[in-house]
Antibody, heavy 120, light 110 residues
Framework: EVELEESGGGLVKPGGSLRLSCAAS????????MSWVRQAPGKGLEWVGRIKTRIEGGTTHYAAPAKGRFTISRDDSKSTVYLEMNSLETDDTAVYYC???????????WGQGTPVIVSS | QSALTQPASVSGSPGQSITISCTGT?????????VSWYQQHPGEAPKLIIYDVTNRPSGVSHRFSGSRSGNAASLTISGLQPEDDAVYYC??????????FGGGTKLTVL
């Protein structure tokens, strides 16, 4: 059974930083793309960014709101993907999900999410 | 890029069929087969129900089907059941190598 477990969420002040982790089990982690998706309270899903496999160079792509502020990385030895978030704004308040890709455009396995609250 | 366009809500009675539309552009749905649909119940993580326009993951009911024409995609749910009451999101890969979601459609099973 595949499990993704996010951690690291919490309350942070505007301008602050936070690092989220997502530990995976039950899949060959090194062979899958991983994405982060967020959902603001009462709102829809918003893709944050994605990291390809190490063999593919670990290439990352980000949505416009995340570009320049967020960084996705992976440690295949720990089956873990990270989301480093800097210069946080109140609009970044959301539940953050990590997910593993089935194909280029689809995410088949999801964690339960970790909440991030940006507030003074 | 703007989010894909979905109707805010649809409804249907048990046993009926409904279709949810998802409109994009030539920079996303119109170019790639990488269109997916997700179902989300309140308080839960999204669940993939259709990938690459028409494919169902293992374990997903045959009542769910997807299609695409031009810059738009559709999700059809046949034989509506009470457990289908949820929010549905479409998504597509884009020419910017990003991924776009639709705004979500609330399906109410009457």
């Amino acid at each position: 059974e595949v499990e993704l477990e996010e951690s690291g969420g919490g309350l942070v002040k505007p301008g602050g930083s936070l690092r989220l982790s997502c530990a995976a089990s039950g899949l060959t982690f090194s062979k899958v793309w991983m994405s982060w998706v967020r959902q603001a309270p009462g709102k829809g899903l918003e893709w944050v960014g994605r990291i390809k496999t190490r063999i593919e160079g670990g290439t990352t792509h980000y949505a416009a709101p995340a570009k320049g502020r967020f960084t996705i990385s992976r440690d295949d030895s720990k089956s873990t993907v990270y989301l480093e978030m800097n210069s946080l704004e109140t609009d970044d308040t959301a539940v953050y999900y990590c997910s593993s890709h089935a194909t280029v455009g689809s995410m088949i396995f999801w964690g339960q999410g970790t909440p991030v609250i940006v507030s003074s | 890029q703007s989010a894909l366009t979905q109707p805010a809500s649809v409804s249907g009675s048990p046993g009926q069929s409904i279709t949810i539309s998802c409109t994009g552009t030539s920079s996303d749905i119109g170019t790639y087969i990488y269109v997916s649909w997700y179902q989300q119940h309140p308080g839960e993580a999204p669940k993939l129900i259709i990938y690459d326009v028409t494919n169902r993951p293992s374990g997903v009911s045959h009542r769910f089907s997807g299609s695409r024409s031009g810059n738009a995609a559709s999700l059809t749910i046949s034989g509506l059941q009470p457990e289908d009451d949820a929010v549905y999101y479409c998504s597509s890969h884009t020419t910017d190598n990003t991924l776009l979601f639709g705004g979500g459609t609330k399906l109410t099973v009457l």
